[in-house]
């Protein structure tokens, strides 16, 4: 029987140098609905909808996976804004249930939708960052893309 051993890579200075991503910049560029790249051409064409690539660096943005994460986190941001909120004018003022309803329901869907787009391009972001998914230059051999 036969054992086949794979080639031996030789690591050197050059194939281990790599293009420097700084997460807290790319998340903020994100978050501000820009590529997470050069900073400067659009993420999104629809209120969702990334693009399909920068149109000032030409960076792919096709391999990105957001999927839930984004809403998931908006619904943890909000819920930390608004229950406590809610809870704090509960005990000190004891406002009417209709009141309450008034304010909190129409607060907690603005919140929600302001902060949708910005939190899905933070992700993105973040993404591209860690070289997640398709944003990786050279991807590891033997792993099928997504």
């Not at 030789?10 to 700084?22: A, F, I, P, Q």
Request: charged share 20%; net charge positive.
């Amino acid at each position: 029987m036969a054992v086949i051993t794979p080639p031996t890579q030789t690591w050197s200075r050059e194939t281990g140098l790599v293009e420097k991503r700084d997460v807290w910049a790319a998340l903020k560029r994100g978050f501000r609905s820009r590529c997470p790249r050069c900073g400067e051409g659009k993420l999104f064409r629809a209120f969702l909808k990334v693009d399909n690539n920068c149109s000032v660096c030409g960076l792919d943005f096709t391999p990105h996976r957001a999927d839930d994460l984004p809403a998931y986190l908006v619904i943890v941001i909000v819920g930390h804004i608004v229950v406590p909120t809610a809870l704090i004018i509960e005990t000190n003022f004891s406002p009417p249930v209709w009141l309450q309803l008034a304010i909190y329901l129409p607060i907690t869907l603005i919140l929600s939708l302001l902060l949708l787009q910005p939190v899905k391009g933070a992700v993105v972001g973040l993404q591209w960052a860690l070289r997640m998914h398709g944003f990786d230059e050279n991807p590891p051999e033997g792993i099928p893309p997504v």
